[in-house]
């Protein structure tokens, strides 16, 4: 879903951008696998892509954990890629803190997005007492459950309950009963849709009233349809939204191609990547990766797609990148507002 609506969006933008003439005068080719999602096959279309193929860069990449395995890969053959929605901080730097010279991405990070939520419920929905339901398995749920803790008690806010399941648990009602008793203002559930949608549901058979919070991970319609009336008003951080300003000429072009929707946000990272990736090769005059990487490294003030890209050379992740408030309403994702943090 969300990588056949990145695919598509690039060969759009591609096309466009080949018949301008090209990139200094060549035209771009657009090569894709399917890495399933599994970070094996996603090590073996890397190879592939940089051995056989004769890539210069790769763009995509959505999981943390997928694009954490190809980074090793990308490392080795210096070639750069561009992460599109991979949020966990290991992706573009080793665990000693060192950057990893060839990766890159567009997105946020999991503790920008912790922080966004933390600081939205406690300036916008004015809430002063939170709680938390994670999953202990999942390190994406388990890091952002820590960072919209850090960030929420920082503001002053309380965290009076945390509790945690374990992966391919279904029922949650002993936990939440603990948090009920503690009657919350915010429930943060930083899940997949699913585990997101079947605590709703619970929550709310249990007369929980907290308002519900999530992270990016709640930007499918599979929240919509698994949570129903459940998930109703309920608030998540994403990387854009379809009513955001600044993509409805995206948006009116997608539809108008593929009649459909563009499956956000992993299209419009898609696409501010390849601009990076333009600007590179425009710097470095060459597509020789070790040049490239460098090039990338200082992109500055670059106009894209969702805004003005900048590079931190220290992490290679960008700096300043706002996010979406989107919420669930009438069953549908509405856009809140873009928010920066303070």
């Not at 503001?155 to 992966?167: D, H, I, N, Q, Y």
């Not at 072009?253 to 419009?268: F, G, I, K, M, S």
């Amino acid at each position: 879903m969300w990588g056949q609506s990145e695919k598509n969006a690039l060969e759009m933008e591609i096309e466009k951008i080949n018949a301008a003439g090209g990139v200094d005068g060549r035209p771009l080719q657009l090569i894709s696998y399917d890495n399933r999602a599994d970070s094996i096959e996603a090590v073996n279309v890397a190879k592939r892509l940089i051995d056989q193929d004769k890539v210069v860069a790769i763009i995509g990449l959505a999981q943390s954990g997928v694009a954490n395995a190809v980074s090793s890969v990308t490392e080795e053959k210096k070639i750069p890629f561009i992460g599109t929605t991979p949020t966990n901080p290991l992706v573009t730097v080793n665990e000693d803190g060192t950057v990893k010279k060839y990766a890159f991405r567009t997105c946020f990070i999991d503790p920008f997005q912790g922080t966004v939520a933390a600081q939205f419920a406690y300036d916008r929905l004015e809430a002063r007492t939170a709680a938390i339901l994670y999953d202990v398995g999942s390190d994406y749920s388990s890091w952002l459950s820590n960072y919209f803790e850090e960030a929420f008690t920082k503001m002053g806010g309380e965290l009076v309950a945390k509790e945690a399941f374990r992966t391919g648990e279904l029922d949650y009602r002993a936990m939440l009963g603990k948090i009920k008793e503690k009657e919350p203002d915010v429930l943060f559930v930083p899940t997949a849709q699913k585990e997101a949608a079947l605590a709703a549901k619970q929550a709310r058979d249990l007369g929980i009233e907290a308002t519900l919070m999530g992270g990016d991970n709640w930007g499918s319609p599979d929240l919509i349809t698994l949570g129903g009336s459940a998930i109703e008003g309920g608030y998540f951080v994403n990387l854009a939204s379809l009513e955001d300003p600044d993509i409805q000429g995206f948006v009116k072009e997608y539809r108008e191609r593929y009649n459909a929707d563009p499956v956000l946000p992993n299209p419009v990272m898609a696409i501010d990547g390849l601009y990076m990736l333009i600007d590179a090769i425009k710097r470095a005059g060459t597509t020789e990766g070790p040049a490239l990487a460098e090039a990338l490294e200082t992109t500055k003030d670059l106009p894209v797609l969702t805004g003005i890209l900048t590079i931190d050379p220290d992490t290679h992740n960008p700096l300043n990148k706002p996010a979406v408030i989107q919420q669930v309403k009438d069953g549908e994702f509405i856009y809140v507002e873009t928010y920066v943090t303070k």
